[in-house]
């Protein structure tokens, strides 16, 4: 896997094809090789430091530009040399991959300045002399991918022989190579083309107007402005790659990577405090509005979204700040044509000057890091946290700005809303995003600028109260004279916030709203992409196909597994002795479903008689049947005086609770799949056995008239609207003893045997049948950019919101500065389910059984095609088209129940106020259960279980 080449003094990862740096050997295996134990990686890293290797960047030892490429090393073709030759007549030589980079290198070493003007008509950039002292073409390696040890070095091209058979073969394959390699670089750097003629239709870009506003630039050079800048720390998602160009540090991204990270910090602390707690559902509520004058707002401000799409809001708004730090100061003619207002100018210059003194201060502070002492670091943390809440409020104030900004003619003349239409490039295809896919972004424009305009009512309120004490009064008066969040909020929505409507004046929030609800508008009425066809029985999706009698035979072999493991594994009843198990009727028992106390299910309705106890059956085995007993117990219970001398079987003990992981993973595939419309994995996780704590939340298994039906409360969308939707899932008889069973004799006894065996308490067991698995939440920050120390200094006045000396960043406790991630441990002994573990259960399953991979996003387009091709009812047919569109068939609801109308109420009012029956939960219909139960039932039949 490592070769030693002795000669240049390095060691190089075969499988890695790069140099690995001597101190970063451990953190290269561990990371990149998690195959290797940690017994081998310690021999390995001991085994290199007895090795004759550089140690630093200058021992390295570099080929010649005439030997041969190396042998495990990439080559690549794409070189920049520069031939510049000193009076001692030595050449430079030093090598690069960029255009950029070997400019900035000439321009920094030599003195080179650029005669080829910047900007305009590509055409004309041809005709312009150029003076350029590099050499193009130059095949090169390198050794380390470490960017502090990275130099390229020049090898021979190497010359393959051509045979007389193949040569012609050869040549004309590498003219169409070249030719189709020439064309794609055309094709990258052609230009942007105005409006299509009407031929060409697309509403979606005749309404937003981007191709008019980049008609004549290039997409590559577009494109390049939002991308990274090298010393970027970025986020789990993924923004693009870090150029050639961006890692030479051009000139112009000085202080970018400080800024980038600044926002980072910004919009994570402008989220977190938007909670009624902090700054009052009043203002949570104002700034939510779309129009001024409009009736009050009903719902809040919702600022709970997950980790990873606060991430992709980030994302967003870096790519904004990025394209107008690097075009801003361009000429006219080679950017885009927005213009800056005079106050939006003054803050970037503020902000570009932080941080670009900050970036200097920081390279200081790290160079002399290690040799001040513990004091010392203490105070230049400090500043560093201070320097931080400086660039932030820059930063804060800008941002206001560019939205604070009422324009008289196109909406183009705005930064953000140029921004947008570079963000409308698809990276992936060059091409223009379609409406369905830049809705998001749009979205995230929307949420942070809100939670930002709350941020600056609460930090402003905070400075003011501040202020007010400075001044001798005490705290309590300094709350009552200071402004409150509401006030700023109320001030900063009315002015930009909001639509158009009700007297307001065209502004940046209003073209993205407008933008946002066409987008969403087409996105709603555009068909999905089409990913299914059939071949008689066998449907086909993607790469993958099977047939319907592949389906069958995983959950018909999947529930004999299962039904195996439980008698087995679970109640230890082995060969003959099935009559022991204990009995029960499917179709005679009884559930509450208005029941809310908590801890209820309906194991424990009186009506329902057990032959056995559940909840003793299987720990009275423990004392009456001996090989239970054997299994559990070690040693002779018959010497044991006191409860405490038990010997537990520790490792039968995690056996067993194995054992119980590997039913109910093969129960949940069961579930799933027989389930009828299958549900997402974030909902179905959320199903609990027993209603939750304090009746909080109510269980999501229930019996009905004979069948066991699962009930998903919690949906994608539940968040944002703080409505639940209620689905039924039935499932066949065969399946349903084995929850029932497991409910009723397993899940007692394996409480019991994690309080005895591990100390466990009753605390600590979850009422959720597959315990979902915590939410991300934001780490410590350990990788902050730090400000200048100029002007830290705060004026004591307090001034109107979005003026220089208004945001005072108060984020400074623990409260906001640091979200630390929770380290909980699951209180289900099969773990925390996700997304990842359903989708790794089942492709597992079906792997092994029939030999193709079917995840839980295929199943969930692969299930409706099935059941629309196979089911002979119109009213299930009806009923998937209400499950899969999120609404209610209007053909079907439009007309009441005659019986209601005549009391003088809807069907629905009636189902939900009278005549309600104890089988019936409070939140949902007799009809709407039967609706389901129904598409289930179908179901059931098409997967030929012999109880349908």
């Known amino acids: 896997m490592f070769s030693h080449l002795v000669e240049y003094k390095v060691v190089v990862c075969i499988q890695c094809e790069c140099a690995i740096v001597p101190k970063q050997f451990n953190t290269h295996i561990r990371v990149q090789h998690p195959a290797i134990s940690s017994q081998q990686r310690k021999q390995i890293v001991e085994y290199v430091k007895d090795l004759p290797v550089a140690i630093s960047k200058q021992e390295v030892s570099y080929p010649n530009s005439y030997d041969n490429p190396i042998i495990g090393l990439p080559v690549f073709h794409n070189g920049l040399k520069c031939i510049w030759q000193e009076r001692s007549g030595e050449r430079c030589g030093y090598i690069c991959q960029t255009r950029q980079g070997i400019q900035k290198h000439c321009k920094d070493s030599h003195g080179w300045r650029n005669c080829q003007k910047r900007g305009g008509n590509v055409r004309r950039k041809h005709q312009h002399s150029d003076n350029r002292m590099w050499k193009e073409g130059i095949s090169h390696q390198r050794f380390f991918e470490y960017i502090p040890w990275k130099v390229y070095f020049e090898v021979r091209k190497q010359v393959e022989e051509e045979d007389q058979d193949g040569g012609k073969e050869e040549l004309f394959n590498r003219v169409l190579e070249e030719r189709i390699r020439r064309s794609d670089e055309v094709r990258k750097k ?50 693009g790659p870090l150029l050639e160009s961006d890692e030479e540090d051009a000139e112009q991204d000085r202080g970018l990577a400080v800024a980038c990270q600044a926002t980072r910090r910004l919009i994570r602390k402008a989220i ?179 939670s930002m305009v709350l941020y600056a009512g609460h930090t402003h309120r905070v400075h003011a109260i501040e202020s007010h004490i400075s001044e001798g009064f005490d705290r309590r008066e300094a709350e009552k004279r200071a402004p409150s969040v509401f006030d700023t909020v109320q001030n900063l929505v009315n002015r930009f916030m909001t639509l158009t409507s009700f007297s307001g004046k065209p502004s940046p929030m209003d073209t993205v709203l407008h933008m946002r609800t066409y987008g969403m508008k087409i996105r709603y009425t555009t068909k999905g992409e089409a990913r299914i066809s059939w071949q008689g029985e066998r449907i086909c999706i993607d790469k993958i196909s099977f047939t319907i009698g592949d389906i069958r035979a995983v959950v018909h072999g999947l529930h004999e597994t299962a039904k195996d493991t439980l008698v087995k594994d679970l109640l230890l009843i082995e060969g003959d002795r099935e009559a022991e198990i204990p009995k029960f009727d499917l179709h005679r028992l009884f559930d509450n479903a208005a029941e809310m106390g908590e801890g209820w299910n309906f194991i424990q309705d009186p009506r329902n008689m057990w032959s056995v106890n559940g909840e003793r059956w299987m720990w009275d085995r423990l004392s009456r049947d001996t090989s239970v007993e054997r299994k559990f117990v070690i040693g002779d219970l018959r010497n044991v005086r006191h409860r405490d001398g038990i010997v537990w079987n520790e490792k039968s003990v995690e056996d067993y609770f194995r054992a119980v992981k590997r039913f109910k993973e093969e129960l949940f595939i069961l579930v799933h799949l027989t389930g009828g419309a299958p549900a997402r994995g974030t909902e179905i996780v959320s199903i609990q056995h027993e209603n939750g704590n304090d009746s909080r939340t109510q269980r999501g298994i229930f019996i009905d008239k004979g069948m066991v039906q699962f009930v998903t409360s919690y949906h994608k969308g539940y968040s944002t609207s703080q409505k639940v939707k209620i689905i039924h899932r039935f499932i066949p008889k065969e399946v349903g003893e084995l929850v029932v069973r497991y409910l009723w004799l397993v899940e007692p006894f394996t409480r019991q045997l994690r309080i005895v065996a591990r100390g466990e308490s009753i605390s600590d067991c979850s009422p959720f049948m597959w ?74 399953q079906t792997q092994s059984r029939i030999g193709v991979k079917i995840t839980t996003a295929i199943w969930r387009q692969v299930y409706p095609a099935i059941q629309r091709e196979f089911t002979k009812d119109k009213e299930v047919v009806q009923k998937l088209e209400e499950i899969y569109n999120s609404g209610r068939n209007p053909a079907q609801h439009q007309d009441d129940d005659f019986q209601a109308r005549q009391s003088g109420h809807g069907k629905r009012m009636e189902e939900m106020m009278y005549g309600s029956l104890l089988s019936e939960s409070p939140f949902y219909t007799t009809s709407e259960k039967d609706g389901f139960r129904k598409v289930s039932s179908d179901w059931h039949r098409f997967l030929q279980f012999e109880s349908a």
Not at 430 to 440: I, L, M, V
Not at 786 to 791: K, N, V
Not at 820 to 837: A, L, M, V
């Open 190 to 239: 052609r230009e942007i083309e105005g409006n299509s003629s009407r031929y060409q239709p697309n509403a979606w870009l005749d309404f937003t107007g981007w191709e008019d506003h980049l008609k004549g630039f290039e997409k590559e050079s577009i494109l390049s402005t939002i991308r990274p800048a090298s010393d970027e720390v970025r986020e789990k998602v993924d923004d």
């Open 272 to 450: 977190y405090i938007c909670q009624p707690g902090i700054v009052g559902r009043s203002a949570l509520m104002y700034v939510n509005r779309r129009e001024t004058g409009e009736a009050d707002n009903e719902r809040p401000f919702y600022a709970k979204q997950k980790v990873n799409t606060i991430r992709k809001y980030i994302d967003v708004w870096l790519k904004i700040l990025r394209y107008i730090w690097r075009t801003s100061d361009l000429e006219k003619e080679s950017r885009p044509g927005y213009e800056l207002t005079s106050k939006q100018e003054r803050y970037l210059r503020m902000v570009k000057k932080t941080a670009e003194i900050t970036e200097s201060k920081e390279k200081g502070d790290s160079r002399g890091r290690e040799e001040v002492g513990s004091q010392r670091r203490e105070l230049e943390e400090e500043e560093k946290k201070k320097r931080q809440e400086y660039i932030e409020r820059r930063l804060l104030q800008f941002y206001i700005a560019m939205f604070d900004h009422h324009y008289k003619d196109t909406e183009y003349i705005n930064g953000v809303i140029s921004a947008l239409a570079v963000l409308g490039l698809d990276t992936d295809n060059k091409g223009w995003a379609p409406a369905e896919n830049f809705t998001p972004k749009l979205s995230a424009i929307v949420t942070v600028m809100r």
């Open 771 to 844: 315990q979902p698995a915590p939410e991300e939440e934001w780490e410590e920050e350990e990788d902050g950019v730090e400000e200048e120390e100029e002007d830290t200094s705060v004026n004591p006045e307090v001034e109107e919101p979005g003026g220089e000396g208004e945001i005072r960043n108060n984020v400074q406790n623990s409260q906001f500065s640091g979200i630390t991630i929770s380290k909980k441990s699951p209180t289900n002994i099969d773990g925390f389910w996700d997304t990842d573990r359903v989708r790794r259960v089942i492709t597992k």
